[in-house]
């Protein structure tokens, strides 16, 4: 049975910092590149950060750039995303994705999916 579960939401201040994970079972993870994804309330559901299947190769979308890092541990079949410098418009549920590719969509993504965390950015 394939799973991911995603942890380490919640509520974090202006220029805090918070670091997801999201474990992995049921496939062979180090076969699947990984991504963190996004939505916030009434937007759509997009791709926040990328890791190739080996973590040699990430990207970035422009507005997290510079202050989150996704990295992967495939002995523990964990992908983290730390989220430093937070902003208010960070505040979304945030989904870890397995797959081939990575699309900017959620709706265009296929593979696997975990059921989500909530991140709150607030004072």
């Known amino acids: 049975q394939v799973q991911l579960v995603e942890s380490g939401g919640g509520l974090a201040q202006p220029g805090g910092s918070l670091r997801l994970s999201c474990a992995a079972s049921?496939?062979?993870?180090?076969?699947?590149?990984m991504g963190w994804y996004r939505q916030a309330p009434g937007k759509e559901c997009e791709l926040v950060a990328e890791i190739s299947t080996d973590g040699g190769t990430t990207s970035y979308a422009d507005s997290v750039k510079g202050r989150f890092t996704i990295s992967r541990d495939n002995a523990k079949n964990t992908v983290y995303l730390q989220m430093n410098s937070l902003k208010p418009e960070d505040t979304a549920v945030y989904y870890c994705n397995a797959g081939v590719v990575m699309f900017r969509l959620c709706t265009q993504n296929g593979g696997y999916w975990g059921q989500g965390t909530q991140v709150t950015v607030s004072s």
């Open positions: 049921g496939f062979t993870f180090s076969m699947y590149a």
